[in-house]
């Protein structure tokens, strides 16, 4: 399980520009269900997307702030209808929200969906999410407890 994990990691999150630049990751299990993805991004560099990561940033940028279904974002509420936010392309939405200290993304590890996500900058929690087909089910509450897990 491990090793498909690291699989998907470098083959739908990652670049080639994590090489050259502070950004970090690892990940931890949470269950036999779900995997917590650790992006650690001290400079808070540019997040590159690619042919093959652009699939799963999209899905965790529609959880944050989806442009077509307003009601599905979590941040959409923040942003008026005619904000340059809905004109962003997935690059420049990508690193608006993710480009960041910290990023913790709970994952579904048969599916690789984003589940929920929880930012951290200088030790302060930023921003939490959860995808919109699962809110109300307690997925927060397992990211979190696993993170203040790690934490402690």
Excluded: A
Aim: charge should be neutral; include cysteine; hydrophobic fraction near 35%.
């Amino acid at each position: 399980m491990t090793e498909d994990i690291k699989q998907n990691i470098l083959k739908y999150v990652l670049d080639s520009s994590y090489k050259t630049n502070s950004i970090s990751i690892s990940y931890s299990l949470i269950n036999d269900k779900y995997f917590l993805l650790h992006i650690y991004n001290p400079n808070e560099d540019k997040i590159f997307l690619n042919k093959n990561n652009n699939v799963f940033f999209k899905k965790v940028c529609d959880m944050l702030f989806n442009q077509t279904e307003k009601q599905k974002g979590c941040f959409n509420h923040q942003h008026d209808d005619n904000s340059y936010v809905y004109k962003m392309d997935l690059s420049d939405l990508v690193n608006y929200f993710l480009k960041i200290e910290y990023s913790f993304i709970m994952v579904d590890i048969k599916t690789f969906e984003p589940i929920s996500i929880c930012c951290l900058v200088h030790n302060y929690i930023y921003n939490v999410c959860t995808n919109y087909h699962y809110r109300n089910q307690g997925k927060m509450e397992q990211l979190l407890n696993h993170l203040f897990k790690l934490i402690k």
